[in-house]
């Protein structure tokens, strides 16, 4: 849906305007282009586009059941934008049937308005909790990333706010600086409190989890999903 965002998250190197409209014929250039590619499990995700009427949420339902078209057998993961909180809109998106739902929470509560001041973090919430109840049978999948200034305690309580929201799948990463004008990393985390992390969260009761300082939203995510499912 074009190269930049209306939103200006201070932690995402997106440009934020100008925006132009949709190119209507994208959806189905990405399905040909998995085709070619013979994908087998598909990542679509986008720039925020709060400026049209439904976020968007008709080019992802397109570009879904574009794919699912061209190479029946594939697999396909979305993630989202919050839609600003709009249920029609994600009732678009969860009509494609997609495989797996993703909407990243990105960060504690309390850092919200420093990291994502134009997100509402409760609102995330709601969006995994909604497709969870329009269609029990897709995985839902969250992200946060860890070294913006979170404390443990933080932490803990998003992973839980997440599972009790019906969330299957977390991903965990070290944040990193794109640029001088974003914010800074307040610490690099180890490994091993990767690690852990990773044990607690599933003590909490994500059904997996991948976590580790270069673990992004679509890491390992056709693995994630197979162990998930099967």
């Not at 797996?100 to 969006?127: G, K, M, Q």
């Not at 610490?187 to 059904?207: N, Q, Y």
Request: aromatic content about 8%.
């Amino acid at each position: 849906m074009g190269p930049n965002c209306t939103r200006n998250c201070s932690f995402c190197a997106v440009e934020q305007y100008p925006l132009g409209p949709p190119d209507p014929e994208e959806p189905a250039r990405v399905a040909e282009a998995t085709r070619e590619m013979n994908l087998k499990y598909v990542v679509i995700t986008s720039v925020t586009r709060d400026d049209l009427p439904d976020g968007g949420a008709g080019y992802f339902a397109e570009t879904v059941r574009q794919v699912k078209n061209k190479i029946p057998d594939a697999l396909v993961e979305i993630l989202i934008p919050d839609f600003l909180g709009d249920e029609r809109a994600l009732n678009i998106v969860m009509e494609s049937s997609p495989d797996v739902l993703n909407h990243n929470i990105e960060t504690v509560s309390r850092l919200y308005p420093s990291v994502r001041p134009e997100a509402d973090y409760r609102r995330s919430l709601a969006v995994l909790r909604q497709a969870k109840k329009i269609n029990t049978s897709v995985f839902t999948k969250s992200g946060l990333m860890l070294g913006l200034g979170e404390l443990p305690g933080e932490v803990e309580e998003t992973l839980k706010d997440l599972v009790e929201a019906g969330c299957n799948m977390l991903t965990l990463g070290q944040y990193l600086q794109p640029s001088k004008k974003h914010i800074e990393v307040d610490r690099f985390v180890s490994p091993k409190e990767f690690d852990d992390w990773r044990k607690t969260a599933l003590e909490i009761g994500f059904s997996e989890v991948a976590s580790g300082p270069f673990v992004r939203s679509s890491y390992h995510a056709k693995e994630l999903y197979k162990k998930v499912k099967y």
